[in-house]
C-alpha cells in the first residue's frame, strides 16, 4: 500500500504547466507554473522547442517552485 502512495505524492508535486501567449508583433509570453522537477523536464522541453524559432519569446518562470 505504500507503493501506490509514493507514486502518488510524486505525480502530485512533478506538475508543471506551459501556457504561450501570443502578442503579435510583440513577440510571445511563455509563463511556466508548477514544480520544475526532473520528472517534467521533457515536456518542459517539448513546450519551449515547439515555439517558432522566428519570433521573440518573453519567458516568465516566477511560478515555479523546485
Known amino acids: 500500500m505504500v507503493a501506490p502512495a509514493v507514486a502518488k505524492t510524486a505525480w502530485?508535486?512533478?506538475?508543471?504547466?506551459?501556457?504561450t501567449e501570443d502578442r503579435g508583433a510583440a513577440?510571445?509570453?511563455?509563463?511556466?507554473?508548477?514544480?520544475?522537477?526532473?520528472?517534467?523536464?521533457?515536456?518542459?522541453?517539448?513546450?519551449?522547442?515547439?515555439?517558432?524559432?522566428d519570433r521573440e519569446v518573453r519567458p516568465e518562470v516566477g511560478g515555479l517552485a523546485g
Open 12 to 19: 502530485d508535486v512533478s506538475h508543471v504547466q506551459v501556457r
Open 27 to 53: 513577440g510571445l509570453v511563455v509563463r511556466v507554473a508548477g514544480n520544475a522537477t526532473f520528472l517534467r523536464l521533457p515536456k518542459l522541453l517539448d513546450a519551449l522547442e515547439a515555439l517558432p524559432a
